[in-house]
């Protein structure tokens, strides 16, 4: 596994100025081998609030709001945001977790009863709207706007992300210093990218996505590793992608650079042990690489990991995981769960 904390030439890291410099080099390293380049903030985000009504009897409020940005304004996507409803004793902003989804629609809140029970505010993207997940993404949401750039799905989904993020510190609902991103699968990964870039996003939870392409794929644990995915998905990844097929290692970067990227900010990984398409050694050693990073900024508690007996998915138990993680360290609520046990040796193969 590629060493987060040895730069290019050789050198090793030893400050958090040299640190900083590494970081930027990773994230070329990533955009040019593994995602593609995206372009740079538009600046010009505006939300427009299409429709509202509270629902569960009151207790949560859900707003349809219309996002627009881009060259000549002319780009866009829905979110659906669902927040506690304002009593005397409950009181925004509110901790915000992003989370990508089929929809946005009102009919959703039911799956994130959990999160808003806790206190925590749910911002819904339709992904699809940010770049269609199939060979002809390049006609779709942004990438005719913007046709300089080698990026793909992965890239423009996480781009969209940050698009959100941008509207979200705009709204008065949101506390900007809790803004949480959540995805699975296929969309974890896109979680991960964003997590890695996006600096303004304090807590990254991908599910099921992110396992180590080194450890994954026939011959190496099994799952998807690289020459699975780009025989199956040449559009999630950028355009290099699959110069790799068939020499993995030969790769600069792997997946625990994206939970590198992320420190100090907080970061839970959770996994399946029977995961069809991943498995659950290449998500250990994600986790382990990364480690070295968050104990060299002194944060080693900051990265987490779950692991959960099942398959691909994400279940009630990944959602405990994430919301507990959350209350102890983004909230400070207390707890004494810990996020730092790996399964026996025999349950990750």
């Known amino acids: 596994m590629p060493d987060p904390l040895v730069a290019d030439g050789g050198q090793r890291v030893t400050t958090v100025d040299q640190w900083r410099q590494r970081r930027e080099q990773m994230i070329q390293i990533l955009e040019e081998y593994e995602y593609g380049h995206m372009p740079p903030p538009p600046g010009n985000v505006k939300g427009h609030e299409v429709a509202s009504k509270p629902l569960m009897d009151g207790k949560v409020m859900y707003r349809l709001v219309h996002l627009t940005f881009g060259p000549e304004e002319k780009l866009g996507f829905d979110l659906g945001i669902f927040t506690p409803a304002e009593t005397a004793t409950v009181k925004g902003p509110f901790p915000t977790l992003i989370t990508l989804s089929f929809g946005v629609n009102e009919s959703a809140a039911s799956r994130y009863q959990v999160a808003l029970d806790r206190g925590y505010a749910v911002v819904l993207i339709g992904y699809q709207q940010l770049g269609a997940d199939s060979p002809t993404y390049r006609k779709t949401a942004f990438f005719p706007a913007y046709p300089d750039y080698d990026w793909n799905d992965f890239s423009a989904w996480a781009w969209g992300i940050s698009r959100c993020v941008d509207f979200l510190e705009t709204d008065p609902l949101t506390d900007k210093s809790k803004i949480m991103a959540m995805g699975v699968s296929r969309l974890g990964q896109a ?159």
């Open 191 to 349: 979680v991960l990218l964003a997590g890695a870039v996006d600096e303004r996003i304090a807590l990254v939870a991908p599910v099921g996505g992110g396992m180590a392409l080194r450890f994954s794929g026939k011959g190496r644990g099994n799952g998807q590793g690289i020459d699975e995915i780009v025989d199956q998905n040449t559009y999630w990844f950028g355009p290099r992608f699959a110069e790799f097929r068939g020499q993995t290692d030969k790769l600069p970067s792997d997946q625990h650079w994206l939970l590198a990227l992320a420190a100090p900010r907080l970061f839970i990984l959770c996994n399946a042990l029977s995961d069809q398409y991943g498995n659950a050694n290449a998500a250990a050693q994600t986790y382990l690489s990364a480690k070295s990073v968050y104990a060299f900024l002194g944060v080693p508690d900051n990265l987490g990991v779950s692991f959960r007996p099942g398959q691909h998915g994400m279940n009630a138990t990944d959602w405990e995981a994430i919301l507990d993680f959350a209350d102890q360290k983004l909230l400070k609520r207390g707890g004494n769960r810990r996020f730092d046990q790996l399964p026996p040796a025999e349950q990750l193969h």
